[in-house]
């Protein structure tokens, strides 16, 4: 059997990651060039990020829609992933009136964002329904002859890595493809098919730690069934708990040391110079430290890159490399922050903050994380809307990201502290109750955005600016404390509670983590999706698998360690 495998990239997002995961496990790839190369395949991975109108537009402008009908009808395997699994339905809501490849009768439907946070944007389980009576027949050499999921000892503990708006919501009618369901909140979603020589996942294996790793396994290594019955459904799929969890960040600041090499810092409110020689404090070496952190469990790892490189080529970005050398061997979500904006070159030339972005998601990064810039587009948008004027002028990165690559692509990161005020009425800004008074005994607070790593403030609120920024195509905020930053004292729980009852979007939680009943006391108050701590962690104060391990004895639903391949 050929070791190489044809990927079809039609440029939407992080294929990089994917094709380090194939080659992993020992295969070559060839990426889809022509429409000769699709019928000349033998075996062919679809993945997909961003929109479905975007990823079927681009098959057929590139002539491809008909040979990769061709190619699927001539019993050869197909491996489908995310808008790769959508694409093979009769259409989407996300983009009316446009055709999908039309093999399963189905239309992918949005999740409904009034009953929980849009995207659907971590790990589940994904429960497998389909009956392998014929799936898994053995050939006389012992090999399977289909692709499968949960490899690890109990399904239920096994999970993976899901990021989207859209889903195909499961059906009686849709049987005879469905090969896994997953229940996110009140819904209920095909997270995966197989029937014959068709296998597709709504989750990213590539992104999914070793658990998805095996499953890509199993496609490329498996002989596979040319005609097969349509399996029946064996387990009731109304029965299928949801198995959401609640995920662990970790989080590198990056920059250089006065020595020029790149190093994880962290600052103590933002300040990351020791107070004893004023050197940059220096916990070690970004790719390594990322690399141990996948391993001890971390379900994403974030890059915020605190250096601005000013007179460096973008191609030549110290990070872009940091990334590319990284998604070689962790297989879990990575963010980038820092720099997302757009710039002007040393040689005058300029590169927009669409082009910066799109560098770092060739160079392995999942998601980009905009900061000072999503502060002036608020502002911008807020005099817009002044002025009675059309606030969404499609020139911010915010739009023309989520727009290319996917609001679950834009993250915004915000950097607030504390202004404090006698009482609601001494400002115009969303007023919170201080749980720790102000300096003059004030019980009152608003929380001003600030710019240029927390050196400079705006005349924002948090409320404002994250609300806009949903508004703008932002698919998930990483709300940061200045005034919690380093402190070991918990998350700024009220600021955290009254964000997340503000947008429909994840929340990552962050600053102030000191041990693991923070996570717990953050998780449980104030209901966010993610946690994220960086000193703890690079200090082995606290390590993952303990805070893991301490947030599953409370009985939260969290993701282990994945067993090795």
């Given at each position: ?60 402008s ?24 959508q ?41 497998v ?22 490899h ?20 009686k ?26 296998f ?29 019955p ?44 020791e ?35 000013r ?191 503000s ?22 108050t ?17 390590p ?22």
């Open positions: 059997m050929s070791k190489c495998v044809h990927i079809l990239d039609y440029g939407a997002g992080n294929v990089l990651s994917l094709v380090n995961a194939v080659k992993k496990l020992g295969y070559d790839i060839k990426y889809v060039e022509s429409a000769e190369d699709l019928l000349s395949a033998e075996r062919l991975l679809f993945p997909g990020v961003g929109a479905f109108g975007a990823a079927m537009s681009k098959l057929h590139s002539n491809y829609t008909t040979p990769l009908k061709q190619y699927i009808a001539s019993g050869r395997p197909f491996m489908g992933i995310c808008v790769g699994l694409s093979l339905c009769l259409g989407s809501e996300e983009d009316p009136g446009v055709d999908g490849l039309g093999l399963i009768p189905t239309i992918v439907k949005k999740f409904n964002s009034t009953t929980k946070s849009v995207p659907h944007m971590g790990w589940n389980s994904a429960t329904v389909q009956s392998d009576e014929y799936a898994w027949k053995q050939q006389e050499n012992g090999t399977l002859v289909a692709a499968e999921l949960n690890d000892s109990n399904p239920d503990s096994t999970k993976y890595y899901f990021v989207h708006s859209y889903a195909v919501p499961f059906s009618e849709l049987e005879g493809w469905t090969y896994s369901v997953t229940r996110y909140g009140d819904e209920l979603f095909v997270s995966s098919v197989r029937k014959g020589n068709v597709a996942t709504q989750f990213h294996p590539e992104k999914s730690g070793f658990a998805g790793l095996k499953v890509l396994r199993t496609f490329l290594s498996a002989p596979v069934i040319l005609s097969a349509a399996a029946s459904i064996v387990t009731d799929p109304n029965l299928v708990k949801d198995k959401f969890t609640r995920r662990i960040i970790a989080c590198l600041d990056v920059r250089t040391n006065d020595s020029g090499d790149l190093v994880v810092t962290k600052g103590d409110q933002y300040d990351v110079r107070r004893s020689d004023g050197n940059v404090r220096n916990l070690g070496k970004p790719v390594d430290l990322a690399r141990q952190y996948f391993e001890e469990g971390a379900d994403e790892i974030t890059f915020l890159n605190i250096t601005s490189f007179d460096c080529p973008v191609r030549d970005l110290p990070m872009l490399e940091v990334l590319r050398r990284s998604s070689e061997s962790i297989f879990v979500p990575l963010t980038i922050g820092g720099g997302i904006r757009d710039i002007v070159e040393p040689d005058g030339t300029k590169v927009s903050a669409l082009e910066v972005a799109g560098m770092y998601f060739r160079s392995g990064a999942d998601k980009v994380s905009i900061g000072s810039d999503a502060v002036y587009a608020v502002e911008e948008y807020l005099k817009l809307k002044s002025e009675r004027s059309d606030p969404l002028t499609g020139k911010t990165a915010i739009e023309q990201i989520s727009k290319v690559y996917g609001s679950q692509a834009v993250v915004i990161s915000v950097d607030p502290k504390r202004v404090y005020v006698n009482s609601p009425s001494d400002t115009t800004h969303r007023v919170l109750n201080a749980t720790i008074p102000g300096p003059n005994g004030e019980k009152f607070c608003w929380y001003q955005c600030t710019v240029k790593g927390g050196r400079e403030g705006r005349d924002i609120d948090v409320y404002q600016l994250v609300t806009v920024c949903e508004a703008l195509g932002a698919g998930e905020i990483l709300l940061n404390c200045m005034d919690r930053d380093g402190t070991n004292s918990g998350y700024e729980l009220e600021l955290v509670s009254d964000v997340k009852n947008v429909k979007i994840p929340v990552i939680a962050s600053s102030g983590a000191g041990n693991p009943d923070h996570f717990r006391e953050v998780f449980d104030c209901k966010v999706e993610a946690a994220l701590a960086a000193g703890i962690f690079h200090r082995r104060e606290v993952i698998e303990e805070v893991k391990r301490y947030l599953k004895l409370k009985g939260m639903e969290i993701r282990g360690v994945d067993a090795m391949l």
